[in-house]
């Protein structure tokens, strides 16, 4: 197996990458009271010194009320939290490393236990007020990323958060301009928050966009089942302003329609002609809730993975959990020394390796 093209580089707009593998974006939970810490920076620099290509931080929340359900949750917003992330992004750049925040809002995923004296803000019963304001939060999110030096910024709008509320129908229920019948009118919400931080960073500042079909709160959730239905949720989105569509799927060699064996990201790739990233499972066994039953990793076949990247599907490959418990899994899968990567165990999550 020739796994050369993974290390070839790429460049859009103002991102320029040694090599297409993406350290994807997971949440640690450590940040002291919003803050990154030096430990935050020692953690994602040791990414960088390790060969990965493009770093997404775990997510980071805007200037909401609502917006976290942990309270070590890293905040994008404040000065003591945006000195946190300076620090996090020239400790990066030092090793020359390339990073990007991913810009969160939880949605109504939190319990009314974490945050008694906060209302959850649910994508059904949110105020215009409220919405209008949470779209500027995300951009000026957006504009202190780009000021911070970071190389890119991803907006997180999958996995049942608030960005996919608005998306999927079982949880946006609204009758005005922000919810609809078709998927088309319930991702104008995901619309104008694009609009808003491309104009707060400009037209060469790379917009990422993680999307997903899947929720956390049902697995066999889609929300486009036909090719001319993800048409119709994602051109919008590439016109609103997206540059690189990122595709979580549980398993990424699944097919994402029946009659073609293209899974998310490359249907994606072929709707909007942007570049995209695969994620899902990418260097465990089988899927990842089969690697926290204890499955492990599996080491050396990346067999599929790679016929499908030498077919053009995808341009950027993002590993997870692989990475999280062996920050070398990039640089050992590059000189063949899959022998010595750490299986992924469950309490990796629990520490800053």
């Not at 750049?93 to 109504?108: E, F, L």
């Not at 929720?215 to 959730?221: E, L």
């Not at 302003?241 to 979580?248: E, K, L, T």
């Not at 599996?298 to 016929?307: A, F, H, I, N, P």
């Amino acid at each position: 197996m020739n796994i050369d093209t993974l290390f070839t580089p790429f460049s859009y707009k103002n991102l320029h990458l040694n090599n297409r593998l993406v350290m994807a974006p997971m949440t640690r939970a450590q940040s002291d009271n919003g803050v990154p810490t030096n430990e935050i920076a020692d953690y994602y620099s040791r990414r960088a010194a390790s060969d990965v290509g493009l770093i997404l931080s775990e997510g980071t929340v805007i200037n909401r009320p609502a917006s976290k359900n942990i309270q070590n949750i890293p905040d994008f917003y404040g000065t003591e939290a945006l000195r946190g992330w300076k620090n996090v992004i020239d400790a990066v750049h030092k090793y020359g490393g390339k990073m990007g925040p991913q810009i969160w809002h939880v949605g109504d995923t939190r319990s009314s236990e974490t945050y008694p004296e906060i209302p959850m803000e649910k994508a059904s019963t949110m105020t215009l007020e409220d919405i209008r304001d949470t779209i500027a939060q995300f951009a000026a999110s957006a504009k202190s990323a780009k000021d911070l030096g970071f190389d890119c910024l991803e907006i997180h709008g999958a996995h049942g958060y608030l960005i996919d509320q608005f998306f999927w129908e079982m949880t946006n229920t609204r009758t005005d301009e922000y919810g609809g019948k078709t998927l088309k009118e319930r991702s104008r919400f995901a619309v104008d928050v694009i609009k808003a931080m491309r104009a707060a960073v400009g037209e060469d500042f790379t917009i990422i966009i993680r999307l997903s079909q899947w929720k956390q709160q049902d697995y066999q959730s889609r929300l486009a089942t036909t090719s001319s239905e993800m048409e119709d949720w994602l051109l919008p989105m590439k016109e609103a302003g997206v540059d690189i569509f990122h595709c979580s799927q549980r398993r990424f060699w699944e097919p994402e329609f029946e009659g073609s064996d293209l899974n998310f990201a490359g249907w994606a790739k072929k709707i909007t002609g942007q570049p995209t990233i695969t994620v899902g499972s990418v260097g465990l066994k089988s899927d990842f809730m089969s690697a926290f039953a204890g499955e492990g990793s599996e080491k050396t076949d990346l067999s599929e993975l790679m016929r499908r990247f030498e077919r053009e599907d995808f341009d950027l490959v993002a590993v997870g959990r692989a990475l999280l418990t062996d920050h070398q899994w990039v640089q050992k899968i590059k000189e063949g020394r899959t022998e010595e990567i750490s299986d992924f165990s469950a309490e990796s999550l629990g520490v800053l390796y």
